[in-house]
């Protein structure tokens, strides 16, 4: 990127408005799918959800058109990426504590909501009202209803999926340090290779999803267990597509010829965010499956 002596500031842009409204929807359909989901009926969640996709892909192709051109037209300084650090630093931390939510509610539900139905810290008489049978156990495998499942363990799939993801992150530093050194074959290599072990992350996720649901019976009716458990692995999958698409552009720039070792801020932010997504599923590995 050319050094300029003038801060840049960016022309106006329709892709936040854009971005929101994509979104809301993704967050409206996302809810009424589940309620068709827990229903069994077809609604029109699913429907919406897939639309706020759609506007989001749209938003990111866009969005990352224009920096590029930016970029690539020397339009940015010093100035502009302490900006642009800045931002991502922030943005990470908002996914730290969007993820630290979850985890919370997770870490409440566990040991404080279990206990006192099972009427520890004097809730006897909630025990005894709410649910004489209850036993505090976790993970909870049935629910007031009658509803039961199996627990999801943390080897099989689960474990694969650790060993992927930590591949991964030493994948995507072995690309950076090879950009830093401008080994562009070294680059490829490795960057390609942080993709397929994403795209692999997926494929198993999906493949755990699919035994969830057709030999364990862990759904999103099975009670606070399955809650979490999809709430969590879900939106961490959802990250995951997100790093990969980022990753892949990555890719595509390289191929294009883009980047030098003293000048690669996208690369590096993508770099951070993927290493982001590893952490979160360490832990996510750690609470939600082995203990």
Excluded at 204 to 226: F, P
Aim: with cysteine; aromatic share 16%.
């Amino acid at each position: 990127m050319a050094e300029n002596s003038k801060y840049y500031v960016p022309a106006s842009s329709p892709w936040p408005i854009m971005g929101a409204i994509g979104l809301g929807l993704i967050a409206f359909g996302a809810g009424h799918t589940v309620l068709d989901v827990t229903k069994n009926t077809d609604g029109y969640g699913s429907n919406i959800l897939t639309a706020g996709i759609l506007v989001i892909l749209v938003m990111l192709f866009g969005w990352f058109r224009d920096q590029i051109n930016e970029s690539m037209s020397g339009k940015f300084n010093q100035q502009l990426g302490r900006s642009y650090r800045q931002g991502m630093s922030w943005f990470i931390f908002s996914e730290v504590m969007f993820f630290a939510a979850f985890f919370g509610a997770l870490f409440y539900a566990r040991n404080v909501a279990v206990p006192w139905l099972a009427g520890a810290s004097n809730n006897a008489m909630t025990h005894s009202v709410l649910w004489p049978e209850f036993v505090a156990q976790w993970p909870l495998v049935e629910t007031p209803g009658g509803t039961t499942t199996e627990a999801m363990g943390w080897y099989g799939l689960p474990a694969i999926n650790t060993v992927l993801l930590l591949l991964s992150s030493v994948t995507c530093h072995m690309a950076h340090i090879a950009l830093e050194n401008n080994r562009r074959g070294r680059l490829k290599l490795f960057l390609g290779a942080t993709i397929l072990l994403g795209g692999g992350f997926l494929f198993l996720q999906g493949s755990e999803y699919i035994h969830a649901y057709q030999e364990l019976g862990l759904t999103l009716q099975s009670g606070v267990y399955g809650n979490t458990f999809f709430l969590l692995t879900g939106f961490h999958g959802m990250h995951v597509t997100l790093g990969t698409l980022m990753l892949i552009i990555m890719f595509l720039r390289i191929m294009k010829g883009h980047f030098t070792p003293q000048s690669h801020f996208a690369f590096q932010a993508t770099s951070w965010y993927w290493h982001f997504v590893d952490v979160v599923w360490v832990c996510l590995f750690v609470f939600v499956y082995v203990l």
